[in-house]
Every structure is written in C-alpha cells, then in structure tokens.
C-alpha cells in the first residue's frame, strides 16, 4: 500500500509562484511513475503533469512553460514547481502514483491564486 501526502498548497497572488510536495511512503518510491492532477469547482479532474520513473515529464498544454514536475527519489518524495500563476490554475491539486496497474492517490491539497 502506498500513502501520498501533498502540502505546499495555499493563497497566492496571480504571476506568483508556489512550490507543491508529495511525500510517498510504503513502498519502493522510485519505481512508481508520479502525477499530479487538478479539480476545480464544477469540473472533471485533470492531468497537470507527469514523471515517470526515468524522469520522462510531460504537461498539459494549459502549464507547458509555467509549471516544472519533478521527483527526489532520495527522499520519496515528488514536486510541483508552479510559476506565473493564473486565477485559472484555482484547483484542489493531486498527487498520484502509478504502476502496472497499480493506482494510488493523496487527500489533495488546495490552491487559490487571487488578488
């Protein structure tokens, strides 16, 4: 069984950036390939990016540019680097592991970008 826990998430002001992390544990965290997903108010949940466990990324066009996924499987845990935000990126952001079958998700972790 693995357990995701996301922090990070909070009230930011639009252009600004914030940091999102999601430590895993109970199980061997480098073979999983990571994800993190969004949901806002009234909409079905969203891939926002992905790594794989060779550290292959890939983004949804809406964060191409802006937003930088990465993992350090050191300290199992995976990152959500988000830049110039948009009251648009507005969302309950979650971390998901995944292999061969294997689906396995966080609470989810709110973040507001407002002014």
């Known amino acids: 069984q693995v357990q995701l826990v996301e922090s990070g998430g909070g009230l930011v002001q639009p252009g600004g950036p914030l940091r999102l992390s999601c430590a895993a544990s109970g199980t061997i965290f480098s073979i999983y390939h990571m994800g993190w997903y969004r949901q806002a108010p009234g909409k079905q949940r969203e891939l926002v990016a992905r790594i794989t466990s060779r550290r292959t990324t890939n983004y949804a066009d809406s964060v191409k540019g802006r937003f930088t996924i990465t993992r350090d499987n050191a300290k199992n845990t995976a990152y959500l680097q988000m830049n110039s935000l948009k009251p648009e990126d507005t969302a309950v952001y979650y971390c998901?592991?995944?292999?061969?079958?294997?689906?396995?998700w966080g609470q989810g972790t709110q973040v507001t970008v407002s002014s």
């Open positions: 998901n592991a995944f292999r061969d079958g294997h689906d396995y």
